[in-house]
């Protein structure tokens, strides 16, 4: 189900309903880019350390914004799910204009799978983070409000030109109706009037329209202090604040959190609706935790079903869900939970909608449930009742609870409720130069590119380090550089190559 800004406010309650009742809430988000490579060093690395790893994902999460983000919402025994594609859209009301970066490559991405960005930019539900909603209300208490967006000024000069030439012939009760109207212009129009005019009243009457009527000063003032103003403050904020209502309802009830390679969605949630991300990675973790302390990353999972029950290795979410649902994986034990979708939302049981956020989402929630049920199932040797329940699952997930997948890095996953899963490498090579004068490391990548994209750091002048993850490739590397006449690749060994090392032992 696609939900914009029109009639979010509405479906507002209900989703606070669903998500009280949910066994757990699975997300998915689509960005304007990844990973920035206009910054210097920012492409993630073998040799990353996590720390270092968010250092450079902090500054791409800075520069890219939300485009779409899937939420599902699965209940108890039968798990009946609702799922929602919310298009997002950075708030313009009275803060800081947000500037943001598009990556032409995720933008081309996104449309091959036809996404609509239309209803990014013109339905998107405003959001914003504690620190802009600071601002925000800081101006609307103080009376310094502004409008920001020049689209903005255009359309409010209209609708005051329009006003002020009605009210010099008007009498006091006259009305006259403001129409086309649409979004935060609803708002603003009013905003504006009311500080501009003091014998004027504003109130919205739906349909892109705003009612203002002709008061004296007396009766303006009786009208401001009744509970019955539609423009009040915290109306204001409300409408403003969009989709992070939502996110501080998932907040407050505390429900599991699931995802799948998940540590960027973590990082854009605290960003875009909590507070701008902190510089140091503790803080970071610690932040994390105490919004969502229950968090399950299924690519973490699916690397613990493939080891444990002959699970066919996948390279991504998609073929996770392809290969769980064929029936061959668990022949002897009770079938898998039942997952029907709800009304609303049976597209996707009719067609696969890759890479679109509720479809992502709705295969991460699944993908969770059938990796439970399988790890169920071997744990007790297949002496698994019918229907179990969400927390029978819990349970036999307990060892991947808070553990992130960590892509391509100095640990395997990101614990954020304990320290962080060191992780197993192939060991790492060097290579020593000899005859081949000015090498660069980007020179000595290419160089090995045929064999395996390593990652490439220089050790000293005339020597290089190589991190792959595949032993396999390490193999092929000594082998095939066994008598090179320049490049003399060997095992990595500190005590013997490390410079620090060396110079302690001169």
Same mark, same amino acid.
């Given at each position: 189900?696609?939900?914009?800004?029109?009639?979010?406010?509405?479906? /507002?309650?209900?989703?606070?309903?669903?998500?009280?009742?949910?066994?757990?809430?699975?997300?998915?988000?689509?960005?304007?880019?990844?990973?920035?490579?206009?910054?210097?060093?920012?492409?993630?690395?073998?040799?990353?350390? $996590?720390?270092?790893? *968010?250092?450079?994902?902090?500054?791409?999460?800075?520069?890219?914004?939300?485009?779409?983000?899937?939420?599902?919402?699965?209940?108890?025994?039968?798990?009946?799910?609702?799922? *929602?594609?919310?298009?997002?859209?950075?708030?313009?009301?009275?803060?800081?204009?947000?500037?943001?970066?598009?990556? %032409?490559?995720?933008?081309?991405?996104?449309?091959?799978?036809?996404?609509?960005?239309?209803?990014?930019?013109?339905?998107?539900?405003?959001?914003?983070?504690?620190?802009?909603?600071?601002? /925000?209300?800081?101006?609307?208490?103080?009376?310094? +409000?502004?409008?920001?967006?020049?689209?903005?000024?255009?359309?409010?000069?209209?609708?005051?030109?329009?006003?002020?030439?009605?009210?010099?012939?008007?009498?006091?009760?006259?009305?006259?109706?403001?129409?086309?109207?649409?979004? *935060?212009?609803?708002?603003?129009?009013?905003?504006?009037?009311?500080?501009?005019?003091?014998? #004027?009243?504003?109130?919205?009457?739906?349909?892109?329209?705003?009612?203002?009527?002709?008061?004296?000063?007396?009766?303006?003032? =009786?009208?401001?202090?009744?509970?019955?103003?539609?423009?009040?403050? !915290?109306?204001?904020?409300?409408?403003?604040?969009?989709?992070?209502? /939502?996110?501080?309802? =998932?907040?407050?009830?505390?429900?599991?959190?699931?995802?799948?390679?998940?540590?960027?969605?973590?990082?854009? /949630?605290?960003?875009?609706?909590?507070?701008?991300?902190?510089?140091?990675? &503790?803080?970071? @973790?610690?932040?994390?935790?105490?919004?969502?302390? #229950?968090?399950?990353?299924?690519?973490?999972?699916?690397?613990?079903?493939?080891? &444990?029950?002959?699970?066919?290795?996948?390279?991504?979410?998609?073929?996770?869900?392809?290969?769980?649902?064929?029936?061959?994986?668990?022949?002897?034990?009770?079938?898998? $939970?039942?997952?029907?979708?709800?009304?609303?939302?049976?597209? *996707?049981?009719? !067609?696969?909608?890759?890479?679109?956020?509720?479809?992502?989402?709705?295969?991460?929630?699944?993908?969770?449930?059938?990796? %439970?049920?399988?790890?169920?199932?071997?744990?007790?040797?297949?002496?698994?009742?019918?229907?179990?329940?969400?927390?029978?699952?819990?349970?036999?997930?307990?060892?991947?609870?808070?553990?992130?997948?960590?892509?391509?890095?100095?640990?395997?996953?990101?614990?954020?409720?304990? &320290?962080?899963?060191?992780?197993?490498?192939?060991?790492?090579?060097? #290579?020593?130069?000899?005859? +081949? $004068?000015?090498?660069?490391?980007?020179?000595?990548?290419?160089?090995?590119?045929?064999?395996?994209?390593?990652?490439?750091?220089?050790?000293?002048?005339?020597?290089?380090?190589? =991190?792959?993850? @595949?032993?396999?490739?390490?193999?092929?590397?000594?082998?095939?550089?066994?008598?090179? $006449?320049?490049?003399? #690749?060997?095992?990595?060994?500190?005590?013997?190559?490390?410079?620090?090392?060396?110079?302690?032992?001169?």
């Amino acid at each position: 189900m696609d939900v914009g800004a029109e009639g979010f406010a509405q479906r /507002l309650p209900r989703l606070r309903r669903r998500i009280l009742r949910a066994a757990f809430v699975a997300l998915d988000m689509e960005f304007t880019g990844l990973h920035s490579t206009s910054l210097q060093n920012n492409e993630p690395s073998l040799f990353d350390s $996590p720390a270092e790893r *968010y250092v450079k994902a902090r500054r791409s999460v800075q520069r890219f914004t939300l485009v779409q983000l899937g939420k599902y919402f699965s209940f108890h025994f039968r798990y009946v799910v609702h799922s *929602y594609n919310f298009f997002l859209f950075p708030s313009t009301l009275g803060i800081k204009d947000v500037e943001f970066t598009l990556s %032409a490559s995720s933008i081309q991405f996104l449309s091959h799978y036809g996404f609509d960005y239309n209803k990014f930019l013109k339905d998107g539900i405003p959001y914003m983070n504690e620190v802009q909603e600071k601002v /925000l209300r800081q101006q609307l208490l103080a009376g310094t +409000w502004k409008v920001c967006s020049n689209a903005d000024r255009d359309v409010l000069k209209k609708a005051i030109d329009e006003v002020t030439t009605w009210i010099a012939a008007a009498k006091e009760e006259d009305t006259m109706i403001l129409q086309d109207l649409s979004g *935060y212009h609803m708002i603003e129009v009013q905003l504006v009037l009311r500080q501009a005019l003091e014998n #004027v009243w504003t109130e919205p009457l739906g349909d892109r329209k705003v009612m203002v009527k002709k008061v004296s000063p007396e009766h303006r003032q =009786l009208l401001e202090n009744s509970s019955y103003d539609r423009c009040q403050k !915290k109306l204001i904020l409300l409408s403003a604040r969009g989709f992070t209502n /939502l996110f501080q309802i =998932l907040v407050k009830v505390k429900k599991p959190l699931v995802g799948h390679n998940m540590l960027m969605d973590l990082m854009h /949630l605290h960003d875009k609706f909590y507070r701008p991300l902190p510089e140091s990675y &503790e803080e970071f @973790k610690r932040n994390i935790h105490n919004l969502f302390p #229950v968090i399950i990353d299924t690519k973490t999972v699916t690397k613990s079903v493939q080891k &444990e029950c002959l699970f066919p290795r996948v390279s991504s979410l998609v073929e996770a869900y392809a290969v769980l649902c064929s029936s061959n994986l668990n022949p002897k034990g009770p079938p898998c $939970p039942v997952i029907a979708l709800a009304s609303g939302c049976s597209r *996707y049981a009719e !067609k696969k909608f890759p890479h679109e956020a509720g479809y992502d989402a709705f295969l991460c929630g699944s993908v969770l449930l059938m990796s %439970a049920h399988l790890l169920l199932c071997r744990s007790t040797d297949g002496a698994v009742e019918a229907e179990p329940s969400f927390s029978q699952y819990l349970a036999v997930l307990a060892e991947h609870v808070n553990k992130v997948n960590f892509i391509r890095g100095g640990v395997s996953s990101i614990n954020f409720s304990g &320290e962080d899963s060191p992780c197993h490498h192939p060991p790492a090579l060097v #290579v020593h130069v000899r005859g +081949w $004068p000015g090498l660069t490391e980007g020179q000595i990548y290419q160089e090995f590119k045929a064999h395996c994209g390593f990652d490439v750091r220089r050790l000293s002048k005339n020597q290089f380090i190589l =991190l792959s993850n @595949k032993y396999r490739q390490v193999r092929h590397v000594l082998r095939d550089y066994r008598h090179h $006449p320049h490049l003399q #690749v060997s095992i990595y060994r500190r005590w013997r190559h490390s410079p620090s090392v060396n110079c302690l032992l001169q």
